[in-house]
């Protein structure tokens, strides 16, 4: 089953366009090969309005922000996660409004329960006013959101559900236009596989991801997500029954064609998938597991 991605999405940059009864969005000017066309701030409501995702601290981005702010009263900053793409204009904008910043912890925070030292790459200085947890209900001025912790791109990464539109805002969780980078240590892939499925057992109607277009048929597309980290892991497993061992290899025979300015990527996520079978006991490394270690299949 081919992931049914959407990658026609078209929209202006730095202009507010609506595209729900209470779903705007404004597209930041960073595109990239991991932001697509760029960061989709979400302004949800009309006069009093929540901001998802408030997007890079970038004097152009943030001036097209307070602009397109200029005629409400933000109430509420929420931010998935802690990625620069995401969270670091939520300061500027907590400065102009006086809004508060909502979110599950500062970068790396589902992990450093783990003890596990986070690396840089994130934004560091990311400090909510109010921590969510799964499950937590944010009132706002006539909508609410239900927030759903869905670590594994990042392990704080938190997707808010709206539930007047039945509509999920899945920030880099799960996109319309790509797959999810999932890169260790704060990435993880069980955890990311694991906040796929719950995504099953929900009723949603759309999702809405910060990067790219609406996800119109999400539960079809969450299995489609699944069913190739699946081939992903069989892929992996078939290198390691043919002898090849080392990540650099597997990205070569996996990835065979792909831009080489994308492999470091790649090897990431290769590396994701060799921590979740060594962590099931499939897989073993000789020594550390890490992106140099040769690893090898266990045998049962
Ligand atoms: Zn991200």
Redesign the pocket.
Known sequence: MAIPFERDFAAPYDTVVSVAPRIRRLLARNPSPFTFKGTGVTIVGHGNVAVIDPGPDDPHHLEALRSALRNETVTHILVT?T?RD?SPASRALKDWTGAKIYGFGPHGSGKAEEGIVIEEGGDMEFCPDVVVRDGDMIQAHDFSFECVHTPG??SNHVCYALKEEKALFSG?HVMGWSTTVVAPPDGDMAQYMQSLEKLLERDDAVYWPTHGGPIRDPKFFVKAYLEHRHEREAQILSCLRDGISTIPEMVLRIYAGLDPALRPAAALSVFAHLLRLTKEGRVAARGEPRLSARFQLNQP
Request: aromatic share 0%.
């Open positions: 996660h990625h995401h791109h990042t880099d």
